[in-house]
């Protein structure tokens, strides 16, 4: 079993900065691509922001420039630096992340969801 566990969301005014934080774990081989994805209320998820295991980020445009995605490989954890924060970026914020199970036969690649942490941006 694997699971994705969020932390660090919160009520915060605008302008100002969260830092999220996802770390995997359970029985993991290794991790491809991690991800944050968020949902406002009515609308449809979005893409954030995604690393890839070299390092390789990519950003929504509408955060470009404010957020900042960063991974530590050996703790299997992912990050997300919010710093300028609209009341626009209010939702829940969800980890994604590609990842090889280890097994008793034949390591297989899946892809998991945490379960979500609020971001609210209000004065």
């Known amino acids: 079993q694997v699971h994705l566990v969020e932390s660090g969301g919160g009520l915060v005014q605008p302008g100002g900065s969260l830092r999220l934080s996802c770390a995997a774990s359970?029985?993991?081989?290794?991790?491809?691509?991690m991800g944050w994805y968020r949902q406002a209320p009515g609308k449809q998820r979005e893409l954030v922001a995604v690393?890839?295991?070299?390092?390789?980020?990519s950003y929504a445009d509408s955060v470009k420039g404010r957020f900042a995605i960063s991974r530590n490989n050996a703790e299997n954890t992912v990050y997300l630096q919010m710093n300028s924060l609209k009341p626009e970026d209010t939702a829940v914020y969800c980890c994604n992340a590609d990842i090889v199970v280890v097994t008793t036969t034949t390591p297989y690649e899946s892809n998991y969801w945490g379960q979500g942490t609020q971001v609210t941006v209000s004065s």
């Open positions: 690393i890839t295991s070299g390092g390789t980020t």
């Open positions: 359970g029985s993991i081989f290794s991790i491809y691509a």
